[in-house]
């Protein structure tokens, strides 16, 4: 492994670790919010609601980033990581840098891009 994607890789499990320590927190937090939701009236429970969908989707987002560090690191460990999947072609280091578990090239990335639109 080359020093750039050992300085990668360190990098993603950091961010990994990271982000475990926050989902594990924020589900503590929801549990404890859950259990003192139990006694509230149906007003608080509404305003609560709005909090426990932005938590839910807060922790979404962090679980796709959480997928993506996994896949970069599978990557890592099989040899394929920084090569586009679509082309095949040598991902920038800036870009691996900017965004570590990128899977497009600059340039797929902005085709796909295109076509979703």
């Not at 503590?28 to 609601?49: H, I, M, Q, V, W």
């Not at 890592?76 to 082309?87: D, P, R, T």
Request: charged share 35%; aromatic share 4%; glycine share 6%.
């Amino acid at each position: 492994m080359d020093a750039f994607t050992q300085e990668m890789q360190e990098s993603l499990l950091k961010e990994r670790n990271e982000l475990l320590a926050k989902l594990n927190s924020e589900e503590d937090n929801f549990r404890t919010e859950a259990l003192a939701a139990s006694g509230k009236d149906s007003s608080d429970l509404a305003s609560d609601e709005g909090a426990f969908k932005k938590m839910e989707a807060l922790n979404a987002m962090d679980a796709k980033r959480l997928k993506a560090i996994e896949g970069a690191l599978k990557r890592i460990s099989e040899g394929k990581y920084g090569y586009c999947l679509q082309c095949g072609k040598k991902i920038p280091e800036g870009r691996l840098r900017a965004i570590p578990s990128a899977v497009l090239c600059i340039e797929c990335k902005t085709k796909n891009e295109r076509l979703e639109r």
